[in-house]
């Protein structure tokens, strides 16, 4: 069975420019996370979703910040414009359900300079 | 106070040897405890779960304290492929059944030959 994939797994942008972030998650599971790691920071939770609806958004730093998971299957991360704050690594994870194990894909490791 | 407290470490420990992390946390209504695991620029993997009365998966035991609000993970005959962050996880619930994750920054172990 594949796992959570996300795509680009490295992303190096300049200060001011746009990057979306995707993630795949385990075909079937509903409940898809988004994450975000800053350097010496614990991973921190940004939002969830239950199919394509936003179930909790409240971990979402800003308005630069857009999440969508249109049909319900995969999702995107959108920042725009970046900030230097906004480098880390943005995990993705997902779940049958709430209660469930979350499977976490591979990362994307965000830098803005 | 951070939700989720862990000692980052590093630990140093040999071979063999039996060494033990633990957790606390300051919100009551959290409801489910897990151990993950996360190697060097990898994703967390769920180690295991942790229940009321203790669990124990091979050189592995978890234990978890309601009354003290702590979470403890002990390795015994460590290897080094034990080496890696540990990760402590906790479900928080809310009303409407709903469950947010939070996770401790990890603590870091590393096992010399």
């Known amino acids: 069975e594949a796992g959570v994939t996300q795509f680009p797994s490295h992303s190096v942008i300049e200060k001011g420019q746009t990057v979306t972030l995707r993630c795949d998650p385990i075909?079937?599971?509903?409940?898809l996370y988004w994450y975000r790691r800053v350097m010496g920071k614990e991973i921190k939770f940004l939002l969830h979703f239950v199919k394509e609806s936003k179930q909790d958004e409240s971990g979402m730093p800003n308005n630069r910040f857009l999440a969508e998971r249109t049909g319900g299957t995969y999702s995107t991360l959108k920042v725009q414009p970046a900030e230097l704050e906004d480098s880390g690594v943005y995990f993705c994870?997902?779940?049958?359900?709430?209660?469930?194990?979350?499977?976490f894909g591979p990362g994307t490791r965000l830098l803005v300079l | 106070r951070k939700e989720v407290e862990q000692d980052p470490g590093p630990f140093n420990v040999p071979e063999g040897a039996t060494v033990a992390f633990n957790c606390t946390y300051s919100n009551s209504a959290s409801q489910s405890f897990f151990w993950y695991r996360q190697d060097c620029r990898k994703e967390p993997k769920l180690l295991m779960s942790v229940y009321s009365s203790g669990n124990e998966d091979g050189r592995f035991t978890a234990q978890l304290n309601r009354a003290s609000q702590y979470i403890s993970l002990l390795i015994r005959d460590s290897k080094l492929s034990d080496s890696a962050t540990y990760l402590c996880v906790v479900n928080i619930g809310y009303s409407g059944g709903y469950q947010k994750v939070t996770f401790g920054i990890g603590t870091k172990l590393q096992v010399i030959p």
């Open positions: 994870a997902s779940a049958p359900t709430t209660e469930e194990t979350q499977y």
């Open positions: 075909s079937g599971h509903d409940n």
